[in-house]
């Protein structure tokens, strides 16, 4: 495990030497889990990875935090500096830099409590986005990311298979119990967390793709669009499906069914437009194309999809105007919605991963709008 985490340091290395920056600074997050093991505590614990193009990997951290630092973190070095004050671990970065350091790439999630100092002691012009070496590294999955988003994955499929199977005893549960539902049941497979709060739309609520959850109780005859994840072994699963627990789809059950075909139709194109080399704007056009031919294109709203890795959402859009070519490894979510704004709404997501040839699908649980 170790080997993996240094593996990637080494890589970063290159790629700083060949951007001809210095050094890049990782804060605590998914970037430092991502090349030390250790996730760390951002907000009030001003941990830093220092990343040099050439020297030791160094983790700048508080003197009451060396013992743990040292136990999780794969690193050449250890700087233990007194307090938790971010100017002191702005000095201790400046001072593990070159005497005239040319370019120094920050993490995008570091505070300006730090970020600020870093610019009041050097000039503004070196400092610039460490995203071109970290979230670029991360968006190609190795082999045992792909194995752990999958266990991930699992978990999310075995309980949106059980939620469904409440049928009618969901009939006036509020959106908020049965979301509480389905965090309780995500840690009872093994889930650390949920990877983002828990989407519970009911009837008029699940038109607004914003949503998360509200009091307001599940009818006989609403569509509830749930959409949910969790992490397992740092890494972030995300699917949603639309159900109706009980009773027929009010006002015009044919067009609910109809507009539940089309987003299922569309999620299988843009599902099928996955290899490497197209772009990711082919994958939402195949989705978007879809719905068009159904009637439901100017009701589907948002992006087809995302990046999903040690963060639910990562730096990988899937959207009309997206150029980024797909390559093996990456992983993102295919998520077409259509939306009847103050009446309902459907959306199903399933995650994908790029393949030598295509794309698997991560999820395998029931579509369908019956329970």
Not at 147 to 173: F, P, Y
Not at 256 to 278: M, N, Q, T, W, Y
Not at 350 to 364: E, F, H, K, P, W
């Amino acid at each position: 495990m170790k080997g993996r985490y240094e593996e990637r340091q080494r890589r970063a290395q290159q790629r700083l030497e060949d951007r001809g920056a210095d050094a890049a600074i990782v804060y605590p997050g998914p970037n430092l889990q991502y090349f030390t093991g250790f996730r760390g505590e951002p907000v009030d614990r001003f941990h830093a990875l220092y990343l040099p193009a050439d020297g030791d990997v160094t983790l700048v951290t508080p003197a009451q935090y060396l013992t743990q630092a040292r136990r999780n973190v794969t690193a050449d070095a250890f700087y233990r500096v007194d307090g938790n004050d971010p100017a002191t671990v702005g000095d201790a970065i400046v001072s593990l830099l070159p005497s005239a350091p040319e370019g120094l790439l920050v993490d995008d999630r570091t505070p300006h409590a730090l970020t600020a100092h870093l610019y009041d002691a050097l000039e503004s012009g070196t400092i610039g986005s460490a995203a071109p070496v970290c979230e670029a590294m991360r968006r190609r999955k190795d082999d045992d990311e792909l194995a752990a988003l999958q266990r991930s994955a699992d978990i999310a499929d075995a309980v949106s298979e059980e939620i469904r199977l409440l049928g009618a005893s969901a009939i006036g549960l509020t959106e908020a119990e049965l979301a509480t539902k389905i965090r309780t049941k995500l840690h009872s497979y093994g889930a650390t967390a949920v990877s983002f709060d828990v989407v519970v739309g009911a009837g008029p609520n699940g038109a607004d793709p914003a949503l998360r959850h509200s009091d307001r109780e599940i009818r006989t005859g609403d569509p509830v669009v749930i959409d949910f994840g969790c992490f397992r072994e740092g890494y972030a699963s995300d699917q949603t499906r639309t159900v109706v627990f009980d009773g027929e789809p009010p006002t015009n059950p044919a067009e609910f069914e109809s507009v539940h075909e089309a987003v299922h139709a569309a999620l299988e194109a843009g599902i099928a437009a996955v290899e490497p080399g197209v772009s990711a704007g082919d994958v939402d056009r195949a989705a978007r194309d879809t719905l068009e031919e159904y009637g439901y294109a100017e009701r589907f709203t948002h992006g087809t999809g995302h990046g999903v890795g040690l963060a639910a959402h990562e730096d990988l859009v899937i959207g009309p105007e997206a150029t980024t070519t797909l390559e093996e490894g990456m992983v993102f979510s295919v998520e077409p919605g259509v939306y009847f704004e103050g009446e309902w709404g459907v959306r199903i997501e399933d995650l994908v991963a790029v393949t030598q040839n295509g794309c698997i699908r991560l999820n395998d649980s029931s579509r369908a709008w019956k329970p």
